[in-house]
């Protein structure tokens, strides 16, 4: 049997762990040998064997006391921009190359003292900017689906190592659909949950205010356990965070009856389902929704006509706060700082022309532009405007709906490299994720089949504000009736 | 305790000078005038070389046109956004605003954290005496 632990899902892990079946370090030895018969994905970006072990011993040591909690010996991972204290944090730049921070990221800490066991730090686009993962200054990552393609991103380390069984679980982050989108091109469930939710202390900054991190695991039962110790509030820390109590999603998954959806309306946005889309993605989605019409569901068509201008609108506001945060990346309290230079300001402009990538400068310029004298009004206050007529449509639309249905992306993994070249063509593969991000909903990504060359499709959920719960049980009720999530990748 | 409320967003000397810029900048005789604002105009390579010198990036020559290419590929989607209609429609900087999450909090101010000035300075490129150093400023 322990040749199969990495094909359990997290809440099974922890039922073998609570019945001394395994423990947290045979767990933690057995992912870490995968880790490395699978360094040909490149989901890794550091390990520290010493570190994990020895959190997986006081796991063992808190099993061995008596103490039973949901998460306590699981192993997992972290997406690179998450800083932490055991392991080196790069954000997928070679601005940080070595980089260590002198403290954890709230998320790592939340999910340590839950007795989860860190072991690494997963690839991702080089400052959360990318949707492929082939923007890292570490090299792209593969899909376990398929090595030549994309597994998707930013989040794609994280999606990579799930799928392949790397680890049971990862935290990721989403910005304008890097939980999601990689979560549907790689095949597992993620769930991006309202702004503010989790704490953003310790999340290296992309655009912090549509910033937020979130698990990806197999399953919505999986990501409800570990967002449960996630969430919560950190008002001295992250003061945008929200100021809500804990909720124990799992509790919130069971819904009775062989009609458990029974009276749940689903929205399904008519520009999602528009000649934008891909005949696979949208037949595999709309296979999903007759499954979810067969729980009890119905579906109704719901308007959101701003979706094509929440790309402009992303692309000017989330590079705008980008050029501020990254102004921090100087060469002087931390990261790179270029060798040969002269006076201050070329010591600058060297050590950031040399630790950042082609993408990250490029919307550190377009934001520098937008909020320059005599543009702020047309671009950035015109995007923001934009910004409250897409949160208002939602609104409207949620008075006809309790949850909105469509596809995550408008295709399946694409090639690695094929859009490298041409940037704006990997922005409007965006179009479904980043309208939730700019509203600032609650959005996740449910395995819902597959498409061309057989590679995984994901359906989208997008619930109102502070309603994941009802996501997750929308997706789990789904899940116990699909296999689609318990699909694996063959191995090479 | 916790305190909410909101503060001005400019002290009011720098509110003084600001208002005394723009009225300046109107008789025309202020430092810098406004650039005259043409949403349909591509972006120049004199655009980019301004741009890149405030994000303090030093690019290469030879990538300017290829950068200038690609930026303004985005700002033919970016134009886009001048046909909505938006008269009236408040900004939305934040989902906070519509979570009723509005509030900003502000902590009390005590010192919370432990002195971790080495730990912080591990990752500096270059430290002495447990000051960041840096290149010439002053002759």
């Known amino acids: 049997m322990s040749a199969l632990w990495h094909e359990r899902s997290v809440a099974q892990l922890a039922a073998h762990l609570a019945a001394r079946e395994v423990s947290s370090v045979e767990l933690a030895q057995h992912f ?42 699981v192993p ?72 030549l393609r994309v597994p998707g991103g930013s989040s794609g380390g994280s999606a990579a190592a799930v799928a392949a069984g790397l680890v049971p679980a990862a935290t990721g982050t989403d910005t304008g659909g890097s939980i999601r989108q990689p979560a549907a091109l790689s095949g597992i469930t993620g769930i991006k949950p309202t702004y503010g939710r989790c704490s953003r202390y310790g999340m290296v900054a992309y655009a912090s205010s549509l910033d937020q991190a979130g698990p990806m695991a197999r399953s919505a039962e999986d990501c409800a356990l570990l967002l449960s110790a996630m969430a919560g509030g950190d008002p001295d820390r992250d003061s945008t965070s929200l100021d809500l109590p804990a909720l124990d999603y799992s509790a919130q998954l069971q819904a009775a009856g062989s009609q458990p959806l029974k009276g749940l309306r689903i929205g399904l946005p008519k520009q999602f389902f528009g000649a934008g889309c891909s005949a696979d993605v949208l037949a595999a989605v709309r296979t999903a929704l007759a499954e979810f019409e067969k729980l009890g569901a119905s579906l109704l068509e719901v308007d959101l006509p701003l979706t094509e201008l929440s790309i402009p609108a992303y692309y000017v506001i989330a590079p705008a706060e980008a050029s501020s945060n990254l102004s921090r990346f ?66 409207k639309a949620f008075a006809q709906c309790d949850v909105i249905a469509g596809p995550v992306a408008p295709s399946v993994a694409w090639a690695i490299g094929e859009k490298t070249a041409d940037p704006l ?41 502070f309603e994941e719960a009802r996501l997750l049980q929308t997706a789990h009720q789904f899940q116990q009736v699909s296999d689609w999530h318990q699909r694996r990748p063959v191995a090479p | ?33 406004f650039h ?14 301004r741009v890149a010198h405030l994000a303090r990036l030093e690019l290469p020559p030879q990538e300017t046109q290829r950068t200038l290419d690609r930026i303004n590929g985005l700002f033919q989607l970016v134009e886009q956004m001048a046909a909505v209609p938006t008269a009236g429609v408040q900004p939305l900087a934040h989902p906070a605003a519509v979570t009723g999450q509005i509030a900003l909090r502000l902590r009390d101010d005590v010192a919370s954290e432990p002195n971790q000035r080495e730990a912080s300075q591990v990752s500096a490129p270059a430290v002495e005496r447990g000051l960041f150093l840096v290149p010439k400023v002053i002759e």
């Open chain 1, 425 to 465: 063509a990997a922005y409007l593969a965006d179009i479904y994720t980043l309208s939730t991000s700019l509203a600032g909903l609650p959005g996740m990504s449910v395995p819902a089949g597959f498409g061309q060359g057989g590679l995984p499709v994901g359906l989208q959920l997008i619930g109102n504000y």
């Open chain 2, 36 to 49: 005259v604002f043409d949403p349909t105009m591509a972006l120049t390579p004199q655009d980019i070389a």
């Open chain 2, 1 to 33: 305790m916790q305190r909410t409320g909101s503060k001005p967003l400019l002290y009011k000397p720098f509110q003084l000078r600001l208002r005394r810029h723009l009225r300046s900048n109107e008789e025309g005789t202020a430092h810098f005038r």
């Open chain 1, 76 to 147: 997992l991972a972290h997406k690179d921009v998450f800083v932490t204290r055991d392991f080196p944090t790069t954000a997928g730049s070679k601005m940080l190359a070595g980089y260590r921070s002198p403290f954890d990221a709230t998320v790592v800490r939340r999910l340590a003292e839950a007795g989860m066991v860190t072991l690494g730090k997963l690839n991702c686009d080089e400052f959360a900017m990318g949707s492929g993962n082939d923007n890292s200054a570490y090299g792209p990552v593969k899909n376990p689906w398929d090595r």
């Open chain 1, 330 to 395: 100087d060469g002087v309290r931390y990261g790179h700082r270029a060798k040969d230079h002269g006076d201050l300001e070329d010591m600058y402009k060297k050590t950031r022309s040399e630790g950042f990538g082609a993408e990250v400068q490029r919307r550190i310029m377009v934001g520098t532009y937008v909020l320059s004298h005599g543009y702020y009004d047309a671009y950035y206050l015109q995007a923001q405007k934009i910004r409250r007529l897409i949160a208002e449509d939602f609104q």
């Open chain 1, 32 to 73: 870490l040998s995968r880790i490395h018969g699978e360094a040909d994905l490149n989901a890794f970006l550091a390990l520290n064997e010493e570190a994990s072990l020895a959190q997986a011993r006081a796991a063992d040591a808190r099993l061995a006391a008596g103490e039973r909690t949901p998460l306590l010996g």
